[in-house]
């Protein structure tokens, strides 16, 4: 026995034992001092961004000066604190339920929170005013931004704006302040026609912007941008004819001047508008066409686009004059000449041509002859002529005269 106690391994063993047990040991004891020192504890914690709630009638209204969050500090038994800062099943509030319009200093309150701890809310107070609350709808006008940053000869017609006007809610008084309601658009290099969703600022007299948030906050804003333009004449062409009995009086196209849009070194070379083209075919009274105006190479549209062509036309009109002398003509002196059929030389005859021209006629204007020239003695045959206006027909009850050409007796 004694030489085993001897031996080094012996005595190396025994002490990591006990090193063993002592550790032990400690660590017992402390794990059931610290279970004892828990017991009864007291705790602090400080629970930051609370948000605090209002109570007051919404509907009618608008109150400021409520903090949106407060600090809550909760001091009290270890076992408390820590579940209630946790879970957090616990409201701060103002209540403002009872108050007439005006200004108060009211204290932030709260509920659901163990009476076994101390709480402290940071702020603790408010200063907050009440108002009436009331709902005016204002009409959304447009400003342009940029707009000398749109390229050369660039213009902006009138914009529209969906919906055209907003609600805006609030204390009266702030609603009183309220001079305009605008949305803003942003021009650099618009070269055509843009929608925008845009947001709805507030201003006052003074030209300052509101905090306030209107319904809706933005709208649609269309804004018409219009090209470098020219206007220009309408030329229109034809194409068939009319049919018989039927004359052209005029072409008129309804406007009689458009305007082009486009690039200025495409406007350089356009001095009308071409390629409109009416089909006189099957006009036989006077007619409106609408056309769709032609868009010239280069360009970017024509205002208006379509086009009313006005064709006026009038029909022929018939005129009947009866027992119309026919003169004779190439006869020489030494001869005479007598109408043997028609007799006394004359005949009835139908005019036909455009109004103007036939109503315009008498008889004196209508000259009727024959021409002997070269013919002898006896009776002849011969064709009925006249000298007539331009587009005046004639339709004779006999196209041919038969004449008696004989010699006069020599005077003794």
């Not at 660590?27 to 914690?45: H, I, L, M, S």
């Not at 030494?334 to 030389?345: I, N, T």
């Amino acid at each position: 026995m004694d030489k085993l106690m001897d031996h080094p391994w012996f005595i190396r063993v025994v002490s990591l034992l006990l090193a063993i047990m002592l550790y032990m040991s400690a660590n017992v004891g402390a794990k059931t001092g610290e279970t004892r020192n828990t017991f009864g504890q007291e705790d602090t914690e400080t629970l930051i961004d609370i948000p605090v709630v209002a109570y007051y009638d919404e509907d009618n209204l608008v109150v400021s000066g409520v903090p949106k969050y407060v600090n809550v500090t909760l001091q009290g038994p270890a076992s408390i604190v820590k579940p209630t800062a946790l879970q957090r099943n616990f409201e701060v509030y103002v209540d403002l339920t009872e108050l007439p319009l005006g200004t108060y200093t009211v204290p932030i309150k709260y509920r659901d929170i163990s009476d076994k701890l101390k709480v402290t809310i940071q702020p603790s107070s408010a200063k907050v005013t009440i108002r009436e609350k009331v709902s005016k709808r204002f009409p959304v006008g447009v400003e342009f931004f940029n707009r000398n940053k749109m390229p050369d000869g660039y213009s902006v017609g009138e914009p529209t704006v969906k919906p055209v006007a907003v609600t805006i809610t609030g204390a009266k008084e702030l609603i009183d302040e309220i001079a305009f309601v605008k949305a803003i658009v942003d021009l650099d290099g618009a070269t055509e026609t843009l929608t925008r969703e845009a947001r709805v600022r507030v201003y006052d007299r003074r030209g300052n912007e509101l905090d306030i948030e209107p319904e809706p906050s933005s709208v649609e804003v269309t804004v018409p941008v219009k090209s470098p333009s020219k206007t220009v004449p309408v030329q229109v062409r034809t194409t068939g004819g009319l049919p018989d009995g039927v004359h052209l009086v005029s072409i008129t196209p309804e406007p009689d001047r458009v305007t082009i849009y486009g690039p200025k070194e495409v406007l350089n070379h356009i001095d009308k508008l071409e390629g409109l083209t009416v089909d006189l075919d099957d006009i036989t009274d006077d007619a409106t066409v609408e056309l769709d105006a032609p868009l010239p190479d280069g360009a970017k549209n024509v205002d208006p686009d379509k086009i009313k062509v006005h064709i006026d036309v009038e029909k022929d009109v018939t005129q009947t004059w009866k027992d119309v002398p026919i003169a004779v003509v190439g006869l020489p002196d030494s001869y005479k000449a007598e109408f043997v059929k028609p007799l006394e030389g004359k005949i009835t005859i139908r005019l036909v041509g455009p109004p103007d021209a036939v109503r315009g006629l008498t008889k004196d204007d209508i000259h009727l002859y024959v021409d002997v020239s070269g013919l002898d003695t006896g009776e002849h045959q011969v064709p009925i002529q006249w000298n007539h206006p331009e587009q005046v027909q004639w339709q004779p009850s006999s196209e041919t005269a038969m004449v008696h050409i004989s010699e006069k007796a020599v005077a003794q």
